[in-house]
């Protein structure tokens, strides 16, 4: 069983930056995948990046560029930083782990990109 829990959201103007951290409570290295979903309202969830504990990532083409996804073992921790946000940015965005047989979420934390 793995706790996450997200923190970093929060209000910016366009062209602002956040950085979301997803804390586990278990060892991040036997956790194969995690990464970083969001929703708009009105909006299907969206994956946003990924990251193996290889240390291989992958991104979404809107985040390609603007967002970097890392994780800190020593912390358990992974991270996703966020620049030159947009309004389109506007979301709740929600880490996962994936440990093959089971998923599991975190609670969400919301971003908002508005002057």
């Known amino acids: 069983q793995v706790q996450l829990v997200e923190s970093g959201g929060g209000l910016v103007q366009p062209g602002g930056s956040l950085r979301l951290s997803c804390e586990a409570s278990?060892?991040?290295?036997?956790?194969?995948?995690m990464g970083w979903y969001h929703q708009a309202p009105g909006k299907q969830r969206e994956l946003v990046a990924t990251?193996?504990?290889?240390?291989?990532?992958n991104y979404v083409a809107s985040a390609k560029g603007r967002f970097t996804i890392s994780r800190d073992n020593a912390k358990n921790t992974m991270y996703l930083q966020m620049n030159s946000l947009k309004p389109e940015d506007t979301a709740v965005y929600s880490c996962?782990?994936?440990?093959?047989?089971?998923?599991?979420w975190g609670q969400g934390t919301q971003v908002t990109v508005s002057s």
């Open positions: 996962y782990a994936n440990e093959l047989i089971r998923t599991y």
């Open positions: 278990k060892n991040i290295l036997s956790i194969p995948v």
């Open positions: 990251i193996t504990n290889r240390g291989t990532t």
